[in-house]
Structure formats: C-alpha cells, structure tokens
C-alpha cells in the first residue's frame, strides 16, 4: 500500500462510493469523513470519472485510496481492456491511490473471445501502465456449485492472481451466496495474496446487506482478520437501501458500524 500506510498496526476501513451511489461523490465523501472512514473506493461507473474530472478535491475531503474498475458497459471505454487502462490512468493521478479491484472478465464463449487479452497476460500492472505504488486485485465472483471432481474456484482465482501478478480482493458475500463457509475460505488465502475485503452480508442469494441482517458470521470473520494481522483494505460495500432516507442517520448507521468493525478487528488482535 502507499507510504502512509507502512507501518501501521491494523486494516484501513474504506467505504466504497457504490454504497451511496445515488449522491454526488462529495457528498459521498463528506459522509464518509464525518463517520471516520479512512478513505473511499471509487466506483468506475463512467467514462466521465477521468483524469481531467477534478477528482483531487474529492480525495481532499477523503482520500480516494482504493478504484474499482468497470464492472459493466465495456463498451463505454472501448472495451474491457481500456476501461480497465481508463482506470489505471486516473489511478496514477491520485496520490492516495495505491490499489485497483477488477472482476475477472466473464467465461461466456463471447467474453472469452473479446478477451483472449487476458488469458496471455502475464504482468498486468506492466500491461496497464500503473505507477509502481498501484496495485491491483482480482476479485471472486458468486460462483455455483461446479463438478466435485474439479478443481476450487477459489484455488483456481487464487492460482490467476499469481499469474497476472496481483493480488485478492475477497468479497465476503459473494463466497457466501457461493454456499461456501467464509471462514474456511478466508483461511486459504495467504496473507501476501490479500489485498482487500469487500465486506457486507448476505441472506440465501441476497447480497450487500448491512452487517447482521443477514445469516454470515461477520464477527468471527473480521476476528480472524485481526488474529492473522491483516493490514490491508477492508471496504464496506452496501446497497443503497440500506441507508436511511436523512444525512444524519446516515451517519450515525456508518460511524456504528465502521467502530464495530474496528472493535471485532481489536478483539482478534489480542486473541
């Protein structure tokens, strides 16, 4: 991570701007300072969010640390490629940035096809221009159940990672609609492959539920975390909808649980 962050006992907390998407990103950020986030991941939803957008003063009010790259509508940027080069350009211009998520592109023959980029790539950081501080990570996706006899998922993304020469981003609600138990999963992954959390609930194959509204064990989770000594990025990532409707409540419902996270990262630690 970037300099600021060496040395450090313990995660950075981020809210990623998807939680309040509905909002001009400075009120995003402003929200996000007054809850005590320590930064914000940006969602790369337009082609619009550039270089030249003025972005340095968002991060002012809260650093913009971490960028998730295009998840949808490729074709805005020319291509999954170039969105995620679009991403790695704006990336390099914010002095806080040090880390970019990335969905592995898709399996359909289509995908496959457009993307044969990908399965060549060797170095992506090299490949995408990054500055040397920027990191990247890919992320795991719901995955269903597959044959018995073949191999993980999660060791098949984790044996990708090491080819492409960056890291995981493990959202804890995706492995959970997988069917899979969080904690064992996170136990598999190693401590250098571990970049970033996205962190949420999830309920049957409801995804991005405020923690404790759904059915994950959250809370040994995020003690397993402090235990392991994980010192990366932690991003809350939830649905608009739940949120209340005014400012402060907002607020106050971030500020409680970025200090719970904090609170079950502590109690890890000193277990």
Not at 144 to 160: N, R, T, V, Y
Not at 162 to 174: A, E, I, M, Q
Not at 222 to 238: C, D, F, V
Request: charged share 25%.
């Amino acid at each position: 991570m970037g300099e600021d962050t060496i040395g450090r006992s313990g995660p950075l907390i981020l809210l990623s701007a998807g939680c309040l998407f509905h909002l001009p990103l400075e009120h995003v950020a402003r929200i996000g300072r007054e809850a005590g986030f320590a930064g914000m991941e940006l969602i790369m939803n337009s082609p619009k969010l550039n270089p030249d957008a003025g972005l340095g003063a968002i991060s002012d009010i809260l650093p913009i640390r971490s960028l998730h790259a295009p998840f949808r509508d490729w074709a805005a940027w020319g291509g999954h490629l170039n969105s995620w080069k679009a991403t790695t350009a704006l990336a390099n211009t914010l002095p806080e940035a040090d880390h970019i998520t990335m969905h592995p592109p898709g399996t359909r023959l289509a995908n496959m096809i457009q993307n044969r980029w990908f399965e060549k790539a060797v170095d992506l950081p090299l490949l995408l221009d990054a500055k040397g501080r920027i990191r990247f990570s890919l992320e795991n996706m719901p995955w269903a159940e597959g044959s018995p006899f073949g191999k993980d998922p999660l060791d098949k993304l984790m044996a990708q990672c090491r080819d492409k020469n960056v890291g995981l981003t493990f959202d804890v609600c995706h492995m959970g609609v997988s069917g899979r138990d969080v904690l064992e999963a996170i136990d598999k992954v190693q401590h250098e492959l571990l970049y970033n959390v996205h962190f949420s609930d999830a309920v049957g194959y409801t995804e991005h539920l405020a923690p404790g509204k759904g059915a994950l064990p959250l809370d040994a989770f995020l003690e397993r975390l402090g235990k392991r000594g994980y010192a990366g990025y932690i991003t809350l990532e939830l649905e608009p909808g739940a949120f209340p409707n005014d400012m402060d409540g907002t607020v106050e419902m971030l500020t409680r649980l970025r200090k719970d996270m904090e609170a079950r990262l502590e109690t890890g630690r000193r277990d």
